[in-house]
C-alpha cells in the first residue's frame, strides 16, 4: 500500500482501511442489536428470508466475526428492518462507536457527526442537499395545515355550543384565526408543490383534507406535459 501522509504528521497505514471500519461498524451492531432482541443468526436469516432478500445464517456469522469480503447496501438496508432499526444506525452506530472514519484517509470524527452529516441533518460546505430541504419544508407545511384545520374544526364545535355570547364570540375568533392559518398553509403549501413539479420533481402525496391544495391544472395534466 502507498502510504499517504495527513496533515498530522501521521500516514495512512495508521488507520484501519475504511471498509473494513465500516464493515465492522455493521457487524458489530447487528450483532449487538440482535442479541438485544434475544435472536439467533438462524432467527435474524429467517427473518431476512420473510423480507424478500435471504441472507443466510452462515453470511451472518461471517459477516459478524469478520470473514465476510464485502457487505452491499442492499443487505444492510434489509439488515436493519429485520432488525427494526434504521441503516444509518448499523453504518454509524451513536453510542457504541465512539469515533469513525466518514471516507477514506480522513480523520476520525465522532460517529454522531459522521451520521448528521451521511443524513444531511448537519450541512457541509459545497454540498448540494438537493430537494430534500424542500420537501422538509413541504411536510412542516402539511403538519400546520392539518393542524390549523383540526383546531378550526373543534373551534366550531365550540363556537355551536356555547352556553353563553360571550364564549361563542371567542369561539369564532379562535374559528376564524385557525382558518387563516390553514389557508395561509395551504397556499404556500401549493407555490411549494408547483416549485417542485418545474425542477423535474414529483411533490409527495396529499392527505385528502388537503385535496383541494393543488389546482385542478397541476393534477389533471402529467408530469411530462408539464415540463
Known amino acids: 500500500m502507498t502510504q499517504r501522509g495527513l496533515d498530522d504528521g501521521s500516514t495512512e497505514d495508521d488507520f484501519p482501511e475504511w471498509v473494513d471500519r465500516i464493515q465492522s461498524n455493521v457487524a458489530g451492531e447487528v450483532r449487538r442489536r440482535r442479541k438485544e432482541m434475544g435472536w439467533s443468526a438462524q432467527e435474524l436469516a429467517d427473518r431476512c428470508e420473510q423480507l424478500g432478500r435471504p441472507i443466510p445464517r452462515n453470511v451472518i456469522a461471517n459477516m459478524e466475526s469478520g470473514r465476510r469480503a464485502s457487505l452491499p447496501l ?4 434489509v439488515l436493519a428492518a429485520a ?17 469513525t472514519q466518514e471516507l477514506p484517509f480522513q480523520h476520525l470524527v465522532p460517529t454522531w457527526d459522521a451520521l448528521r452529516h451521511f443524513t444531511g441533518e448537519q450541512e457541509l460546505p459545497n454540498h448540494d442537499p438537493g430537494l430534500v430541504p424542500d420537501f422538509e419544508h413541504h411536510a412542516s407545511l402539511v403538519h400546520t395545515a392539518l393542524a390549523a384545520l383540526e383546531e378550526e374544526e373543534e373551534a366550531r364545535f365550540a363556537a355551536r355550543t356555547a352556553t353563553s355570547r360571550a364564549q361563542q364570540e371567542e369561539a369564532e375568533r379562535k374559528r376564524a384565526n385557525y382558518a387563516d392559518q390553514a389557508v395561509s398553509a395551504k397556499y404556500t403549501l401549493r407555490h411549494v408543490r408547483r416549485r417542485l413539479r418545474e425542477e423535474g420533481a414529483t411533490p409527495p402525496e396529499l392527505p385528502p383534507t388537503l385535496g383541494d391544495v393543488d389546482p385542478e391544472h397541476d393534477r389533471d395534466t402529467p408530469q411530462e406535459e408539464r415540463l
Open 83 to 99: 432488525l427494526e432499526t434504521y441503516p444509518v444506525c448499523l453504518i454509524f452506530p451513536v453510542g457504541y462507536v465512539e469515533q
Open 74 to 77: 442492499v443487505d444492510v438496508m
